[in-house]
């Protein structure tokens, strides 16, 4: 399974982005998907992760809402919207595909990872 991360740019405080999670060869239709991020100089964190079929999902405190999480089943993607940027948002973000159906908060429960698409907000 490859995943790819895509929709980052940069954006002011206050606007949104979405940042969109599709894989290539094996589905991840049947599994949990998550985001992290990294800002500079900081360990990976959870951001949100959504369940098989997207009747469940989780946040992070920090972008409880704010961000939402979905997915399409039929396109094979997971779309994270970002509303109300903050500048402390700043980070790479990385989509991630689980080894269960849940919803998962911790890094080592996610197999595969893309190649992570970089957030920036200005103040």
């Known amino acids: 399974v490859q995943l790819q991360a895509s929709g980052g740019g940069l954006v002011q405080a206050g606007g949104s982005l979405r940042l969109s999670c599709s894989s290539s060869g094996r589905t991840f239709s049947n599994n949990g998907v998550g985001w992290f991020r990294q800002a500079p100089g900081k360990e990976r964190e959870f951001v949100s992760s959504?369940?098989?079929?997207?009747?469940?999902?989780s946040y992070s405190d920090s972008v409880k809402g704010r961000f939402t999480i979905s997915r399409d089943r039929v396109k094979n993607t997971v779309y994270l919207q970002m509303n109300s940027l903050k500048p402390e948002d700043t980070a790479v973000y990385y989509c991630a595909s689980a080894r269960s159906s849940t919803t998962q908060v911790i890094a080592s429960s996610y197999r595969y990872w893309g190649q992570g698409t970089e957030v920036t907000v200005s103040s």
């Open positions: 959504i369940s098989w079929n997207g009747g469940s999902t």
